[in-house]
């Protein structure tokens, strides 16, 4: 079987002229390019190649002012409005600790920058656009009517590329599928003797990689009392719960380079749609609900007691998003969020084969 020839440069831009109103992502598909490669085709046209020099980019926007984060993955859009600070730089790691920007951050994955200015009527917005190998967006960075121009302007100057040709070379992927437990992951007896360890939920990780089982694998061996499958509206339920309580929850949405965290009450849900949307003032919200395949209660022991986590996978077994209550280190899980997680439609086990 041929691939299919790719589109140049001026049909990309072409077919983005004709299209003004379409999503880059749902575009790029269309088109069978990535998202980078729209991106890269109006080099030169309103889009200028940066480095994805993470350390930098993240000191860099801390001068910006308030600016709207954005962090995505196939069936979930996560958007907060704040200023990155409290920013913690690393060559494996880094991190965004604000109030309303919370981030975590994997800089070896990030591949492909650009600094990308579009008009629309008279108004121009700017963005910085940040993709993976692979063509896809990990993290994107959008202007506010109040950001720092001039602190934009310098760190895009600062992190311009030489290359500025309108075409980028990605990657492919393979099918990503946790369906199959490998031949050589642990039995049922190691993962729950393991999980019964746990003091931190920041060692379930570590725990996963060293028993070879994705998260999904996990929840589904490891017993009801650790974790129970849950009816898929539960997502939604949980939402207009925690609206109408003003319970603040975490949310948590990610991708192989980013995961984006709210925390805090949230108040306007509305389901349009298939898709329910938290449409508050800082906080904006997009899932794909009928992405969703299996929703998970999932209770982990730490030495603060165990805490509760909502989460909900898709076709191919990765996590879409998940949900906690909010909660600080050396606290226990907020009684009012574990109330509902554990009141949640649930599903009979032998159904969830």
């Not at 965004?96 to 917005?125: C, K, M, Q, S, Y």
């Not at 898929?232 to 719960?241: L, Q």
């Not at 007691?305 to 050396?330: D, P």
Request: net charge neutral; aromatic share 8%.
């Amino acid at each position: 079987m041929h691939q299919r020839e790719k589109p140049s440069p001026e049909r990309i831009r072409r077919a983005r002229e004709d299209s003004p109103k379409i999503r880059e992502r749902d575009l790029a598909a269309q088109m069978g390019i990535s998202e980078a490669e729209l991106f890269a085709a109006h080099c030169g046209f309103g889009t200028v190649r940066i480095e994805p020099r993470v350390n930098d980019v993240l000191t860099g926007l801390e001068a910006v002012g308030e600016v709207m984060a954005l962090t995505r993955n196939a069936s979930a859009v996560h958007e907060k409005i704040g200023i990155y600070d409290k920013v913690f730089t690393g060559k494996h790691h880094a991190m965004v600790l604000g109030n309303d920007i919370d981030l975590r951050i994997f800089p070896n994955l990030w591949a492909h920058g650009f600094a990308v200015e579009t008009r629309d009527g008279g108004e121009i917005h700017r963005s910085l656009q940040f993709f993976d190998a692979a063509g896809e967006a990990v993290h994107k960075v959008h202007l506010r009517p109040f950001s720092n121009l001039y602190a934009y302007q310098k760190l895009t100057d600062e992190l311009q590329s030489s290359n500025q040709e309108p075409i980028v070379s990605v990657k492919g992927r393979s099918a990503e599928n946790d369906a199959r437990i490998p031949d050589q992951a642990a039995t049922v007896d190691d993962l729950r003797e393991h999980w019964s360890r746990l003091t931190d939920v920041h060692q379930f990780f570590g725990m996963l990689k060293a028993l070879n089982l994705s998260r999904r694998q996990a929840v589904r061996m490891v017993g009801q009392d650790y974790a129970w499958l849950l009816d898929n509206a539960a997502v939604g339920a949980m939402f207009h719960r925690a609206a109408e309580d003003e319970m603040p929850i975490m949310c948590f949405v990610g991708n192989r380079g980013c995961i984006q965290i709210h925390s805090g009450p949230i108040k306007s849900v509305k389901q349009i749609g298939p898709c329910i949307n938290v449409l508050d003032e800082t906080f904006h919200l997009h899932l794909r609900a009928h992405h969703i395949r299996e929703v998970w209660a999932v209770r982990k022991p730490t030495r603060d007691g165990h805490v509760t986590s909502l989460e909900a996978y898709g076709a191919n077994g990765k996590m879409i998003i998940q949900f906690f209550g909010t909660r600080k280190e050396g606290e226990p899980e907020r009684h009012d969020w574990r109330l509902l997680a554990e009141n949640l439609p649930r599903i009979p086990r032998s159904t969830a084969a």
